[in-house]
């Protein structure tokens, strides 16, 4: 396991989909919005696949829009994926070899988290949604980091949700954003933007950073 390939099976898991077939391998895929489409660029590399990336459309609310979506078919990466715990429509438990690992959730929340600040309390925040059992996993992880958080897995409409803020939000993100050796670029920037930008008003030392 590398810093790597532990960040990919987090994104995988908050955004990979694995479509077993009938006949053939079964095949991996993600699919991210037109503006991420960087980042599908550095998984395939990552893969060292010839794959062609391509251009589709995406339903959703308020109307479709454009996307990347990159997929390959091996028995033996969607076997290894699943055996890390991966699982179908939310259920996924990752193993405890990769669940301690900060690589990992920074995929996660990457690929189904949101980072930012809180305009009307000043404060940074972190949010995750996702299946319940994955997100009490980021529980234990949060306190493993910041043993002073007191939060739960709450239900967020049809799905489950993580939401920190203040100290507790930047302790984890630090903990995951700090000098990251692959990234969300865009989450990346927020999270610089909360430990560079916003020190001062967020009431935190450059100590703390």
């Known amino acids: 396991m590398t810093p790597q390939s532990l960040y990919w099976l987090g994104f995988i898991f908050a955004d990979g989909t694995i479509v077993d077939r009938i006949n053939g391998s079964p095949e991996l895929a993600i699919v991210l ?13 990552f893969l060292k696949s010839s794959h062609k990336i391509i251009n589709v459309n995406v339903n959703g609310f308020p109307g479709s829009k454009n996307a990347k979506r990159f997929a390959i078919r091996s028995i033996k990466l969607t076997n290894d994926i699943k055996g890390f715990g991966w699982k ?7 193993k405890p070899q990769i669940a301690d690992s900060p690589h990992f959730w920074r995929g996660v929340i990457d690929g189904d988290g949101w980072v930012g600040i809180n305009k009307t309390q000043n404060s940074p925040c972190l949010q995750l949604v996702g299946g319940y059992p994955l997100l009490s996993q980021f529980v234990k992880y949060i306190h493993s980091v910041y043993p002073a958080y007191n939060g739960s897995v709450r239900p ?27 990234v969300l670029e865009r989450k990346y920037n927020a999270a610089i933007n909360i430990k560079t930008l916003g020190l001062q008003r967020l009431g935190l030392s450059v100590e703390a950073a």
């Open 88 to 94: 179908k429509h939310l259920n996924s438990i990752a």
């Open 33 to 45: 919005s037109e503006k991420d489409a960087r980042h599908v660029e550095k998984f395939k590399l």
């Open 156 to 182: 967020h409409k049809s799905i489950f949700t993580v939401e920190l803020s203040g100290c507790t939000a930047f302790a984890i993100i630090k903990n995951l954003y700090s000098n990251p050796l692959v």
